[in-house]
Each structure stands twice: as structure tokens, then as C-alpha cells.
């Protein structure tokens, strides 16, 4: 079963920016679509962005409004989420998750429940 584990979260002024990381293990990465959700006290988990198993697809969630950046690089088997320009609604812990791509060039879901893998998380506190 698929091991991942995120770092990079911290504390952070409005305005400011961080590049999470999440690192799989156990797993051949390439097979796999890969998604950020992020969940504040209180809420539940939500879409941020994902991406294909080929990474010919990416997805951001409306709020994203162009702060955000996914990538992935299998040799690594690991993905990065860059976020930009933080600002304080955008706190919370961050997962990395992830579901066995079917279809090649497809993001085909924005539900954690579709997601049977994911890390610990990682958190983002905003400051401002």
C-alpha cells in the first residue's frame, strides 16, 4: 500500500508563499493521479488541485485563481504544490492523495472519498 508523506508547511505572513512537497513510497508513482485537499478546523476537506497520471491534466479549484502551482516528478516520486500569495483563508492542513489513474490525460475526480491513500498532512498557518 502507497506511503505518503508531506513537508513544507509552516508559518507564513499574507502575501507570502510556500512550496509543499509530498513524497511517495511503496508505489509505482507513474500509475497513480495525484490530488491536494486542504481541511480547516471545523470544515470538511476540500479540493485544491490535481493532476494526471501522465501529468497532461491539471485541475485547481476556483479559489486557486492562479496562486497556485502542481507539478510532479515521477523520477522522484514526488509532487510539489507551490502556493502563492497566501492569504489567511487558505489555512489549514494540506494532503497529499492519491487513487489509481484509468485513464491517461484525465483528472477524472475532486472527491476525497475517491482518494483510498493519503499522508498525515502538512500544515499552513497564514499571518496577518
Known amino acids: 500500500q502507497p506511503q505518503l508523506v508531506e513537508s513544507g508547511g509552516g508559518l507564513v505572513q499574507a502575501g507570502g508563499s510556500l512550496r509543499l512537497s509530498c513524497t511517495a513510497s511503496?508505489?509505482?508513482?507513474?500509475?497513480?493521479?495525484m490530488g491536494w485537499f486542504r481541511q480547516a478546523p471545523g470544515k470538511e476537506r476540500e479540493f485544491v488541485a490535481g493532476?494526471?497520471?501522465?501529468?497532461?491534466?491539471?485541475e485547481y479549484a476556483d479559489f486557486v485563481k492562479g496562486r497556485f502551482k502542481f507539478s510532479r516528478d515521477d523520477a522522484k516520486n514526488t509532487v510539489y504544490l507551490q502556493i502563492n500569495n497566501l492569504q489567511p483563508g487558505d489555512q489549514g492542513a494540506y494532503y497529499c492523495?492519491?487513487?489509481?489513474?484509468?485513464?491517461?490525460?484525465?483528472?477524472?475526480?475532486?472527491?476525497?472519498?475517491?482518494?483510498?491513500?493519503w499522508g498525515q498532512g502538512s500544515q499552513v498557518t497564514v499571518t496577518s
Open positions: 493532476i494526471s497520471m501522465d501529468s497532461w491534466t491539471t
Open positions: 511503496r508505489v509505482t508513482f507513474s500509475n497513480y493521479a
Open positions: 492523495e492519491a487513487r489509481i489513474g484509468l485513464i491517461a490525460r484525465t483528472y477524472d475526480s475532486r472527491r476525497h472519498t475517491d482518494y483510498p491513500y
